[in-house]
């Protein structure tokens, strides 16, 4: 399922994002800011992110933080490279 929401590309920017502000995230509005989205298309793409197990949020005062899920990311990854060429001649 995580591969699959990843195939949006609106999806796989907004990741790609997250993973590049590190374990400390950011709130929606900066990250709005940086890949100008639509703050109700950016929502909707990070709720999305969520279901899936690829982000967090987490409300700090009136601000809600985004972060990726690294550890949803490493499990991702690691399975990938386990299915790597093994099916090569």
Excluded: W
Aim: overall charge positive; hydrophobic content about 45%.
């Amino acid at each position: 399922m995580q591969l699959k929401i990843l195939g949006n590309p609106i999806r796989l920017k907004v990741f790609r994002q997250l993973v590049r502000l590190g374990q400390d995230g950011a709130p929606v509005g900066v990250i709005q800011a940086k890949l100008d989205i639509p703050l109700s298309t950016l929502s909707n793409h990070i709720q999305k992110l969520v279901v899936a197990g690829l982000a967090k949020q987490e409300r700090k005062g009136v601000e809600l933080i985004c972060t990726a899920n690294f550890e949803a990311m490493q499990e991702m990854v690691d399975y990938l490279n386990k299915e790597c060429c093994i099916d090569a001649c």
